[in-house]
């Protein structure tokens, strides 16, 4: 392998890694300059924000706990706003760099405080009121004296105009469509941004500073999930100044301020690599005992493989396995390996409009002919790809959902046959011929193939039933939100969809997706379905503030529509997925999705070589 220098100057080290072996050298990192300050009180001066003349500093401990981890794709960005739900490596680096307004626990789908020290909703329903903490701050890492450094508390200001961004077209932020929950985003979403004055901007933003540890909220209509929004990385402040006066070259690490569990070290080009070190002025609950990551992307001159064969050989603590790999991993029966959910599902929609796919028995019937662990192994795994087997559609790691396999129906041939046999359509007898729609990429042609082999193995559908078209992405979208009108050919009767979450709460994924018109008039799929009552239970689940009894009526809801008795209005087939290697004297705590937390991984001493 060749030579990978990483410098950081956490008692100033260089650490090389070659042929796969790990060794310390003392050495001087290059300077940077000095580090960019503003004063205690947040005002800038002319210019660039620069350094006050009292500074109060950390020096960190003398003999730190290093890792050496490897992400694999390199982030596409590092800024909140702009980070995008499966840039995995982007959010790991979000979630440790910065202070989200709230923490959304990827195990138990509970939402916890962070900045946000807690959150009051107003009668109406619509008004919130979240109150920060007042001791955590913008640091940055002087490269000269090797110490951190605070900048300025992070206030309600900072919050304010996070939002304010995330709302502008102009930025581009990916989720922005979770924010148009606050009143007015949507509409400035939509504005030419050379016409949105200041003022225009704070007239018409639901969001305004109290205090300077007090932010109020207006949203455009009830919304108990909001917490969950608050969890997200679009919503997390940033310092104003600074991105105002660096433009887009804010996250650089010689620029940046942090204001997470760790900072950056600021000598390392990001094209190198990022070496994040605990910052010790964060206030929280530090569980982990983790001082210094030493993050490498798959880029030259480290490549997955490599990786994987570093971890392999006790060189690295944890890395994302190179599709080469999955293969030959046993997810289940391994400690050592990972697999965690992202926030994305592929899905297989029914047309209500296309008999005899208006009758839940038949839909039913077909989605227990499918063998998702078959599809993960035999279509994904040859892909280089992985999932994680789906049996209900909110994925792991979302708010309010039921555990892994909790809810929902999965592989079950005898009972498949037997439903549609009781419909009348034994062996798919009398239906008619059906259309399988999928987008034009390779890998969809071959999951449609394996479930139409399935449909024929296990249900006993003759050959030719079904047609397997492929069209532009476009064209497969249109067909999914837009319903047909007069004359118009039906829809297709089977339609192959990969979701991408908006907002990780389980509301998001059953009233925002299918949910049914008459409740949910702005759901994606637009079904011709009739309300039922699950529909009914969910429609109430948005009033609810408390979060156990909001996840109960999730879970009930999803085994009304998935269970074995369910609506069916769509099958889930897998999540997507993150695999990963882990060395067993690293604890990466009890985490089935979301973003790694370094602050909360623990290395065990008496284990690690």
């Given amino acids: 392998m060749s030579t990978v220098e990483r410098v950081w100057k956490y008692g100033v080290c260089v650490i090389i890694l070659v042929s796969g072996l790990l060794s310390l050298a003392a050495c001087r990192a290059t300077g940077a300059g000095p580090a960019t300050q503003a ?172 205090n300077d540890v007090a932010v109020e909220f207006r949203l455009e209509s009830e919304a108990a999930y909001f917490p969950t929004i608050l969890a997200m990385p679009v919503l997390t402040p940033v310092p104003a100044e600074l991105v105002e006066a660096e433009g887009e070259g804010w996250t650089q690490p010689d620029v940046i301020w942090t204001s997470g569990p760790y900072t950056v070290q600021p000598t390392i080009p990001p094209e190198e690599g990022y070496t994040l070190i605990a910052n010790l002025f964060w206030p929280l609950e530090r569980s982990g005992n983790v001082d210094v990551v030493q993050i490498s992307f798959e880029a030259p001159p480290v490549s997955a493989d490599q990786a994987f064969a570093a971890w392999q050989a006790g060189d690295l603590a944890l890395t994302v396995l190179p599709g080469a790999a999955l293969a030959d991993v046993a997810f289940d029966d391994d400690p050592s390996y990972w697999l965690l959910a992202q926030p994305a599902a592929s899905l297989i929609v029914f047309s209500y409009d296309t008999p005899p796919f208006n009758n839940a028995a038949v839909r039913r019937a077909f989605s227990l002919a499918i063998d998702r662990q078959a599809v993960v192994d035999e279509v994904l795994k040859p892909a280089g790809q992985i999932g994680l087997p789906a049996f209900a559609i909110a994925p792991p790691g979302s708010a309010g959902a039921p555990r892994y396999g909790e809810v929902g129906a999965g592989y079950d041939p005898e009972t498949a046959r037997t439903v549609l046999a009781e419909e009348g359509f034994s062996n798919c007898a009398s239906i008619p011929p059906t259309t399988l729609l999928t987008d034009e990429s390779d890998l969809s042609l071959e999951l449609a193939t394996r479930y139409v082999t399935m449909w024929q193995d296990v249900l006993g559908c003759r050959e030719g039933l079904f047609t397997i078209e492929q069209a532009p992405l476009r064209d497969v979208l249109v067909a999914l939100r837009e319903p047909p009108v007069g004359l118009e050919p039906r829809r297709p009767a089977l339609i192959m969809l990969f979701w991408e979450g908006d907002y990780p709460d389980t509301y998001h994924w059953l009233a925002d997706i299918f949910g049914c018109r008459e409740r949910f008039p702005e759901a994606y799929l637009n079904q011709a379905r009739p309300c039922i009552e699950a529909d009914e239970q969910l429609a109430g689940a948005a009033h609810l503030e408390d979060e156990v009894e909001r996840a109960a009526r999730y879970a009930a809801v999803e085994e009304a529509f998935f269970g074995p008795e369910g609506e069916m209005p769509l099958i889930p087939v897998y999540y997507f997925a993150r695999p990963v290697a882990v060395q067993p004297w690293l604890e990466i705590a009890p985490l089935h999705a979301g973003a790694f937390r370094f602050d909360r991984w623990v290395v065990d001493d008496s284990l690690r070589p």
């Fill in 39 to 210: 004063s205690p009180t947040g005002e800038e001066t002319a210019g660039s924000p620069a350094p006050s003349s009292s500074v109060e500093t950390a020096t960190p401990p003398p003999e730190p706990v290093i890792l050496d981890i490897h992400l694999g794709a390199t982030p596409a960005t590092i800024d909140p706003a702009l980070v995008a739900p499966l840039d995995a490596s982007g959010n790991d680096l979000v979630a440790n760099l910065f202070a989200g307004l709230a923490y959304l626990d990827p195990d138990t789908g509970e939402v916890e405080p962070s900045l946000a020290e807690r959150w009051e909703v107003a009668d109406d329903g619509r008004t919130w009121t979240v109150f920060l903490r007042d001791d955590v701050y913008w640091v940055q890492l002087n490269p000269e004296s090797g110490e951190i450094e605070r900048v300025r508390p992070v206030t309600a200001g900072d919050v304010v105009y996070a939002v304010q961004r995330v709302c502008r077209e102009d930025t581009g932020a990916p989720q922005a469509r979770a924010a148009f929950v606050i009143e007015g985003c949507r509409y400035l979403r939509s504005q030419d941004p050379a016409l949105l004055s200041p003022e225009i901007v704070e007239q018409t933003l639901g969001v305004r500073v109290l």
